[in-house]
């Protein structure tokens, strides 16, 4: 007999986009919440990571926001709801009448609800702008630009179960799922393996996915470990070589004719694209043995189903979408698409990092993908809301910042730190001081940017209330909350809703409750049109589900792309520098990623003491013979510097990393590695660059 109580109920882990199920209930003490694991939970039958079982530590933190504050003076004061709300609207509705509503910016969150984004972006064009943004612009908007583009959908083509049964070749690059999608690496991944899948890993730093498949054959585990931002080059090696061999051998399967025949165009501008190519000098650029990319190629090509995954270390280039293009390039000519174990497979960021895009919390997309400027697709959206959205996409979250005080008076934002999160944080901090008209958080802690507000509202957090979130292989699924641990906070949408309603009297915004928000969102978003609440059950659905009694689609692309015409979309692409690269001032160059024990600005994983105790502070990697170089020890304190500020950090030296590159992380706010980032963007995804940055480090 059970021994588990019946008031916990099934939710899904807050943090990353593997979207593990766990479970919830009440501690002894008053507001104290309880994790248990869910032991057959769709996606990880029980497992967590060590977030993830930390996961409620954050819930009634003694941090939590209590109570609706207005700066006076440059002090909070405590107010009431009404009068906070009242100053909101006050000032919304005097920056649209000075300066129009593309005064204002939007900021959704991959941290929130699939229901709360969606009224977010309802919010922000019913105000009469396309200024909406979420953090997904920094983590995979290149990737959603090129897999939009050239399949058909800005989204994971599989899903990780088929890929676990399938897949022959799991080819990693710039994605490190052993740190940051925890489950995904040791349930999925892992079982790919113990079958027989071979792994090829390509990334600038040896890390956990590197030590954690305990392969005793070398050659079915390879880490390329390339220099960063040459990703273009290793892979047009790989082309290139699947080309040659092709040619040499045109049965042997290296090329899949009938399926670029068939299923795609582009393939004579790869062709020649890379006529002329020189695989030795690419090699050398890499840093990578020639022969092992070529052994990549073949065990790539040769493979029955191979399957990439694709992360931010492709996706935060200004080359970004050409990164993931190339990706797309070597899945379409070897046939790698449209069954179980292959495909194009962004691992995406936060728990509901692609939820956030499905539901239009993006300046160039209503909810589904559907263009802004599309008339027909616009008209249809507008039936249903009853107002006139702008036909002009409006600005992306960096462009929001960077307009700030030019052209952007106010900002709304909800459960996102830009002071942190963005590139150039110290310019960025600077704006949000001294230019920035009227700013309101909607968070549950104090954090770097809510300190810097006119107007903080206290939320709930994810362990309060219920919703849906879709994870990182499309599988929207419910999110179910407790109670509430403090009487006057209020649920995201609860606001929302409450800020519409003052702001408008049309009715738009008087919802009942997130099930009533997600059956206007399943109305509007055709990927999500056949979802109910009561479909979606305990296992989630994947989208498309079209019609009611679909059970969507676990792999997409059987038949054809979801492009005009069909066809997946080949285009040869050619290596571009980072736009700031090593020089005599600044000689290293900077890359970053996230740790396993922490989540992007660290905000909750911060606050977790489980997590800080295993990371309590920023460090820096950086290789023995730089070392040597620069006088540093293993456990220095360094100052680490780029152009744009400077941190102080501890060394770790380890040949994990390359000579000549320094690694860091953005979690912590007194050493945060996006002081030093740069926010040049990728043109087309205005994503920006913060893989890639020209850097020095000195000993203290
Ligand atoms: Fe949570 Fe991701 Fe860990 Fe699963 S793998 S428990 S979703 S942080």
Redesign the pocket.
């Given at each position: 007999m059970s021994s588990e109580p019946d008031d916990a109920v099934k939710t899904i882990?807050p943090?990353?986009g593997?979207?593990?199920g766990?479970r919830v209930r009440e501690g002894d003490d008053p507001g104290d919440m309880r994790f248990m694991p869910w032991g057959d939970a769709p996606v990880?039958e029980g497992s967590?990571?060590i977030?993830?079982g930390a996961?409620t530590q954050v819930v009634d933190h003694e941090d939590r926001l209590t109570e609706p504050l207005i700066k006076e003076d440059g002090e909070f004061r405590e107010a009431t709801w009404d009068e906070a709300l009242t100053r909101v609207v006050d000032e919304m509705e005097q920056i649209r009448e000075v300066h129009g509503p593309d005064g204002m910016g939007f900021f959704g969150s991959s941290k929130t609800f699939n229901e709360e984004n969606y009224l977010i972006q309802k919010l922000a064009r019913r105000y009469g702008t396309n200024q909406v943004d979420n953090c997904t612009r920094m983590c995979h908007a290149s990737t959603v630009w090129a897999l939009r583009t050239s399949l058909g959908m800005g989204a994971m083509t599989n899903s990780m179960a088929d890929l676990e049964e399938a897949a022959d070749v799991l080819w990693i690059q710039g994605a490190n799922p052993g740190e940051q999608?925890?489950?995904?690496n040791s349930q999925y991944f892992r079982q790919a393996v113990l079958e027989g899948a071979t792994v090829i890993q390509v990334d600038p730093h040896a890390n956990k996915t590197t030590r954690s498949f305990d392969i005793e054959e070398t050659d079915r585990h390879m880490h390329l470990q390339l220099n960063p931002g040459t990703d273009i080059p290793l892979l047009n090696v790989v082309l290139k070589t699947i080309l040659e061999r092709h040619e040499a051998e045109p049965d042997a399967g290296w090329i899949d004719e009938s399926f670029v025949d068939e299923r795609a165009k582009g393939f004579d501008h790869l062709k020649e694209t890379l006529a002329d190519f020189d695989k030795e000098a690419a090699a050398e650029e890499c840093g990578v043995p020639l022969e092992d990319i070529e052994l990549a190629a073949e065990k790539y090509a040769m493979a029955n189903n191979a399957a990439i995954f694709t992360g931010m270390g492709m996706s935060q280039h200004t080359c970004g979408v050409d990164n993931v293009q190339n990706e797309i390039n070597l899945a379409l000519v070897t046939g790698n698409l449209g069954r179980p174990g292959t495909g194009v497979n962004p691992l995406r960021g936060q728990?509901n990092v692609q939820g956030t895009c499905d539901v239009g919390a993006m300046p160039n997309v209503l909810p589904g993908y559907q263009l802004v400027d599309d008339d027909e697709a616009r008209e249809s959206v507008e039936e249903v809301w009853g107002f006139e959205i702008p036909a002009e996409p409006g600005l992306t979250n960096v462009e929001i910042s960077h307009a700030i005080g030019d052209t952007v008076h106010g900002l709304y934002v909800m459960g996102e730190n830009p002071i942190m999160s963005e590139p150039d944080g110290n310019e960025t901090e600077k704006r949000f001081r001294e230019d920035l008209g009227f700013l309101v958080v909607q968070d549950i802690f104090m954090t770097e940017t809510a300190e810097l507000a006119d107007v903080v509202l206290p939320a709930t957090t994810w362990a309060e209330r219920g919703g849906t979130v879709t994870n990182t292989d499309r599988r929207v699924q419910r999110m179910r909350g407790v109670h509430k641990v403090h009487e006057n906070t209020r649920h995201d949408l609860d606001i929302l809703c409450e800020v519409g309603t003052r702001l408008f009297d049309g009715g738009e915004f008087d919802f009942d409750g997130p099930e009533d928000v997600f059956e206007e969102l399943r109305e509007v978003c055709p990927i999500m049109h056949g979802m109910t609440y009561d479909a979606l059950g305990e296992t989630g659905i994947h989208w498309p589900c079209y019609e009611e009694g679909d059970e969507g689609d676990s792999y997409l692309y059987e038949s054809e792309f979801e492009t005009d015409d069909g066809l997946g979309r080949i285009e040869g692409v050619v290596h571009q520098d980072p736009k700031e690269t090593p020089d005599e001032e600044y000689p290293l160059v900077l890359t970053t990623a996230r740790l396993e024990e922490h989540y992007n600005t660290g905000t909750m994983s911060r606050r977790s003491p489980t997590l800080s105790r295993q990371h309590p502070e920023n460090f820096v990697d950086v290789h023995p013979a730089d070392a040597e170089r620069y006088g540093i020890e293993d456990g220095d304190d360094v100052t680490l510097r780029s152009r744009r500020g400077e941190i102080r950090v501890r060394a770790d030296v380890t040949e994990d990393i390359k000579e000549g590159v320094v690694w860091t992380t953005p979690h912590f706010a007194a050493a945060s590695a996006n002081r030093l980032t740069n926010d040049v963007l990728d043109e087309r995804a205005k994503i920006p660059e913060y893989k890639a940055a020209a850097a020095e480090i000195e000993v203290d």
């Open positions: 882990c943090y990353c593997v979207g593990c766990i990880n967590v990571c977030k993830g996961a999608h925890p489950i995904a728990n």
